[in-house]
């Protein structure tokens, strides 16, 4: 009984330590080896990595009232993150509010292997590696989740610009955010945005956009993502990345580089992009696949192209290595080359599953399903597509105009995972926004949901707050295009999209300058949930997208419940797994599941974003982006 006894007193003095919640009180980067009243990020982070238990990082709500950066000291280098120091999560306030910046000096976090990290609502900035350095703003060796936050203007001159995802057990998750304004640059590069070799890539309901990958004088692959190894894209944008080969090599994958592994690409939007070299071959403009295995079902492949001093080959797409396609729209590519064979859109080899739009199969003899449409360089086909903008969801798509031949044209059992073979990794019964797939699947990343075609989808745009400034941008680009509204009305203080059937002047093609923006804008002065439908024209062919855009009053929000389901990709319920609900002040709770499946969140406040994430043994789930505005009581989470 003694020796009982001590033992209870050994393990009640000397167990686990307790979690802890460190919050940073200054923007100033010092490291005294204390996180007391006057804690660095620095500081907050020693000391997660001093404990065993699972720590949190917040910052000071007075302190963080506004947009702030935190400049690390190129003295005391980067932020390392231990590995066997149980899981940290830093918290900001907000990615437009909170970055963290490398001075371009520095990069900004390190990962450890058998770490874990989460960032929340930052942006990480202004990373900078040298010489045979990977990761400019975050190099991941352990396992690293960013939602909700930004990675931009952040360089290598090596590999991965903005994230390096290294070594067989680095995992790697980004959900609901922007990599952006990265370049990797140097001899060899590879990543603009993210590099991933040998790791897990899970990308969903985020931005890649803008990165580069430039050799100095060899090859460059990958401007916005690099994938050798298991890789995961959905509902996502992947636009305007560049990579350029240098004077002894090829530039391949201006969008996507995929060389090793399984990837699949699914509910996603690749346009844009470009491939290059000084000397040799561009190839793939939007994507490039020599070895490796890629699953495109349901993406939007346009507007990607290729250019060189010797071949430029795949437009849209260049496939070496098997690449498995289904209901996927590659139109509107080019290879600035000449003969066409060497495939503006599509070059070499596919397994066309069915439900395609090819706009010229010049290049590539695979799309031979009888559900397949396919045009030629002499005779091509238009997929009549609107121009790329915010039409509800998180990231930005195309929309299909009427007339389209991608409407109710692809194969619809991905929506329920009932195809014959080569079922995609999960059910595709929503676009990329989020919008359900009505009737007969569209072919593409966006389905024609409106009231026109028997749909009920509204985009809900970010909430304005009374008597507050607000700014969201509809279309980056819409010249040659009309916009105006068919119902509804804008808040009142709120401009941007005037009525099409009233002598109003209304915004077409004649009143914009080359690349002149949709915005809506101003100052809204009185609260509601407004409706409103937008009827974009282009070419002589419509759409209608209805919006939805509340006017709030500063959070005052009544409280809501949050429930759901979680599951294997089979449907079998998963008993006693911890899903864990992050709020947008960074605060968190966790429940368990039932042995049904079931879990529950009561009373959490309305009219936020909040993150959901759940850990199951031998089980990966992607997080779940979810606005409150009333109870949901079906979220149900579904693992990959």
Known sequence: MRYLLTALVLFFCFGPAAAATLTVTKLADTNDGVCDADCSLREAIAAANSSAADDTIVFDAAVFAG??????????????????????????????????????????????????????????????VTGSGNGGGILNSGTLTVTRSTV????????????????????????????????????????????????????????????????????????????NGPGTVTNSAIFGNTVIGGDSGNGQGGG???????????NTTISGNFASSTVFYGLGGGISVPAGTLNITNCTVTGNSTAGNVINSGGGIYAVGPVNIRNTIVAGNSNNSVPASN???????????????????????????????????AAPLDPRLGPLGLYG?????????????????????????????NNPAVALASDQRGAARVGAVDIGAFEANNTLNGGAFRGRLPDA?????????????????????????????????????????KQDAADFAPAAPVTLAGTPTVTGNYNFTVQVTQGGNTTQINYLLPVTLVPTAAAVDVGGRVATNTGRAVANATVTLTKANGETLSVRTNSFGYYKFAG????????LTVRAKGLEFAPQLASLTDTLADLDLTAL
């Open 343 to 377: 495939g503006p859109d599509v070059r070499l080899s596919f397994v066309s599953l069915g439900g395609n739009l090819i706009g010229k199969t010049d290049g590539s003899t695979s799309f031979t399903q009888p559900t397949d449409r396919t045009g030629t360089a």
């Open 67 to 128: 947009s702030q950066k935190i400049t690390l000291a190129s003295a005391l280098g980067q932020l390392s993150v231990a590995g066997a120091s149980g899981t940290l999560a830093i918290n900001g306030p907000g990615a437009t509010r909170l970055a963290i910046s490398g001075g371009n000096l520095v990069r900004v976090f390190n990962v450890a292997a058998g770490a874990n990290l989460s960032l929340d609502r930052l942006t990480v900035t202004e990373g900078k």
């Open 393 to 421: 969801g998180l990231t930005m798509t195309f929309p299909l105009l009427a007339g389209s031949q991608a409407i109710d044209n692809g194969n619809s059992c991905v929506a329920d995972l009932s195809c014959a073979a």
């Open 152 to 227: 931009s203007a952040n360089s290598s001159d090596f590999l991965g610009g903005g994230i390096s995802n290294s070594g067989a057990a680095a995992r790697l998750t980004v959900a609901g955010s922007t990599i952006s304004g990265n370049t990797a640059s140097g001899l060899g590069v590879n990543g603009g945005g993210i590099y991933n070799s040998a790791g897990t890539l899970l990308v969903t309901n985020s931005t890649i956009s803008n990165n580069t990958a430039a050799a100095a004088g060899s090859n460059a692959a990958g401007g916005g993502l690099y994938i």
């Open 604 to 611: 959490i406040e309305s009219g936020q974003t909040v993150i």
């Open 256 to 266: 996507v580089f995929i060389v090793g592994g399984t990837s699949n690409l699914a």
């Open 465 to 505: 707050l009374l008597n507050q400034s607000y700014s969201q941008t509809l279309i980056p680009d819409a010249t040659g295009t009309t916009v105006c509204l068919t119902s509804g009305a804008l808040p009142a203080g709120i401009s941007g999209v005037a009525p099409c059937l009233t002598g109003l002047p």
